[in-house]
């Protein structure tokens, strides 16, 4: 599919502009394009990153005043960087901080993007402005947005304020579930230190699904929607083919490992009252509760799968993850 469209658009510009682009999706995304012969102008936050000819040095994302140089010759935009969640916040006023990142920050880009002739801009968003738990159905599009935390609200703000600043730039917003893959972070990474440790988990008797999705399927549906003519203007939500519970999650994250899953039987309502007494409320309803999603809207329209199957990407994961931890122990 990606070398269809490849070939189609070989007559356009075929220059994109990344940001984030040093992070988790980022890194991986700008080595794809490069793959596809994409020139890639990476927007970076400082000159500390190894940078080519092509980058383009702009700051802090929320405070960025001119775009200008960044999208000079620039045909899409794909927009990564976004404040996500914090563990230990120390802003003093962490919603208003989201909507400078990630609301301000998306609309001053898509304005500047829209001035300057950018054929299409494609922003991750999260599916977590679509809520944070699904009980009779999956998530669809369809569905009204029900974001719960700052970071969902701002995320559903921004959608917001693209769509605004981009009356005639076509947009693209994907909306991802939990991501994994080589150089993942967060809680998943979290979980994975503790399998590999053999750390015992009180997760074995919850009965739940949750959606996923592998930063190489990310990364593939992101190509895809470089070019396909029918994605302008959509919003998709995106996810493996695989709907584990959190204990088949573990599982196979232990077998990718070569470790063994060490799961204790726990009485949920027990785990919701520890999280409850340690602050951990919204963690603990993650872990015990469904949020599965309905990707069929743009596996029909644009002919877009996932590639990677669970097993594959939770491979990877484990293979760079040993890495690091070798890496880690030499210094």
């Not at 991802?176 to 080589?182: E, H, K, N, Q, V």
């Not at 302008?232 to 990718?256: C, F, H, K």
């Not at 963690?283 to 949020?291: I, K, N, P, Y």
Request: net charge positive; with cysteine; glycine share 8%.
């Amino acid at each position: 599919m990606v070398q269809d469209l490849k070939t189609q658009a070989g007559a356009l510009p075929r220059r994109a502009l990344v940001t984030g682009a040093t992070g988790f999706v980022g890194t991986a995304l700008c080595d794809a394009l490069r793959q596809q012969n994409w020139d890639v102008r990476r927007a970076l936050r400082t000159g500390h990153a190894p940078a080519s000819v092509e980058d383009s040095i702009v700051g802090d994302i929320g405070r960025v005043a001119d775009w200008s140089a960044a999208l000079r010759d620039v045909d899409v935009v794909v927009h990564l960087a976004a404040r996500t969640h914090v563990i230990r916040d120390t802003a003093s006023e962490p919603r208003a901080e989201y909507r400078r990142l990630n609301v301000e920050g998306t609309r001053t880009l898509a304005h500047a993007a829209q001035t300057t002739g950018v054929r299409r801009f494609i922003f991750l968003s999260s599916i977590k402005v679509n809520g944070e738990a699904t009980t009779v159905r999956p998530f669809t599009e369809n569905d009204t947005p029900q974001p719960e935390d700052a970071y969902g609200i701002s995320k559903w703000e921004a959608e917001l304020a693209l769509r605004a600043a981009a009356a005639s730039m076509e947009t693209v917003v994907l909306r991802p579930p939990l991501l994994y893959g080589p150089g993942v972070k967060g809680n998943f990474l979290r979980l994975m230190r503790a399998i590999e440790r053999g750390v015992p988990l009180p997760l074995g008797s919850i009965h739940n699904r949750r959606s996923v999705l592998s930063l190489g399927n990310l990364v593939d549906a992101m190509i895809v929607c470089l070019d396909h003519p029918a994605a302008a203007g959509q919003t998709y939500l995106l996810a493996d083919d695989e709907n584990p519970s959190t204990p088949e999650l573990v599982r196979a994250i232990a077998a990718a490992l070569h470790k063994r899953a060490r799961l204790v039987a726990f009485p949920p309502q027990l785990l919701r009252i520890a999280g409850a007494v340690t602050g951990k409320s919204a963690a603990v309803s993650r872990l015990l509760g469904s949020l599965q999603i309905d990707s069929s809207r743009i596996r029909g329209e644009l002919g877009w799968k996932p590639r990677q199957a669970l097993a594959e990407g939770l491979s990877q994961t484990a293979e760079w993850y040993y890495r690091k931890l070798a890496a880690d122990n030499r210094t």
